[in-house]
């Protein structure tokens, strides 16, 4: 604790229960407290500030807003988007596809068309080609999109 | 890799809810529903805007709890992340009078003059933290309202740890200094 106002940010950071800092900086700020009246004081203003947020009232959710999530299921039939959009991938694509997502998928979907064109595997094809290289680069990034907020 | 414990009676929910059990949702509901609201009033300053930002968040839960992966995350915690990124999306300056229709806390130990000033110092409060930037003020609810760690507040806001340490660092010197000048 190098001075007073690397005290103040610590206050800010951490709170003003010492108890709860990490165990070095709780003992550097004891012993500034211990020689400083300054840090005393910003303690002291650091917990009426502390006791002031923690203490700020807010309103329980009403019946109205219960009343409304409650009759949620029965509004909303549950949407089958999600489900057709999921695909299982065998195991470790299934990790790789996670850590990697739509990017790598395209990446794939690139390379696949360069080696398809390259070799001259499909002449007749290229539109529908074309067509199903974007639907299969399109439908990691939507799945990509579900599991970044589920997980 | 998710830094909170799954809690098991979520997933348990979670699992029923996903095949269309509707006491599990309105469980769930009743397990969850009060602090994702606080979180929201507290981010938004708005009454109104909290409800419909909690609301749409357990509209997504019912929606998606087919896709809820036991064992990955804890489910308060991706409902805070949702219920913040909503508030956070809404882009709204807060209500100052919604803030002020706050009812006061009571507190029968304290005389009346005490109390007075408590509460000119709560309104005081109030109003400097509906001038917070929400980002600022999202951090400070997660602190004090969920009462999540600072990491964990991270992982929610989806910073790092010491961007929002920054963030409390701007936002409570931003409260003392709006304080300290009404006090003068």
Sequence with gaps: MSDLSGFQDRLDIHGAELAAWPEEERRAAEALLARSAEARALLDRARHLDGLLSALPVREAGPDLRARIAAIPARSPRRQAARRRRFVFPWPLARWQMHFGGGAAMAASVLLGLYVGAAGLVPPLQDEVAQEATEMASLPYEVAFELEEIR | ?184
């Design chain 2, 1 to 184: 890799m998710p830094l909170f414990f799954r809690d098991d009676a979520d997933d348990r929910l979670l699992a029923r809810i996903a095949e269309g059990d509707e006491a599990a949702f309105r469980t769930l509901m009743d397990r969850h529903l009060d602090r994702a609201f606080g979180l929201a009033q507290r981010i938004l300053g708005s009454r109104s805007d909290a409800e419909d930002v909690v609301q749409d968040a357990f509209l997504k839960v019912w929606d998606r709890a087919e896709s809820w992966r036991p064992g990955e995350a804890k489910f308060s915690t991706w409902l805070w992340r949702v219920v913040t990124n909503r508030c956070l999306d809404l882009h709204r300056r807060p209500r100052h009078e919604a803030l002020e229709a706050v009812p006061e806390p009571q507190d029968p130990a304290e005389d009346v003059v005490s109390s007075i000033a408590a509460g000119q110092e709560e309104r005081r409060l109030k109003a400097a933290m509906a001038d917070l930037p929400e980002r600022q003020r999202a951090a400070l609810a997660l602190i004090y309202e969920t009462g999540l760690s600072n990491a964990q507040a991270a992982e929610v806001l989806g910073i790092s740890v010491g961007a929002l340490e920054q963030l409390l660092v701007r936002a409570k010197r931003s409260l003392r200094g709006r304080l300290q000048e009404e006090t003068e």
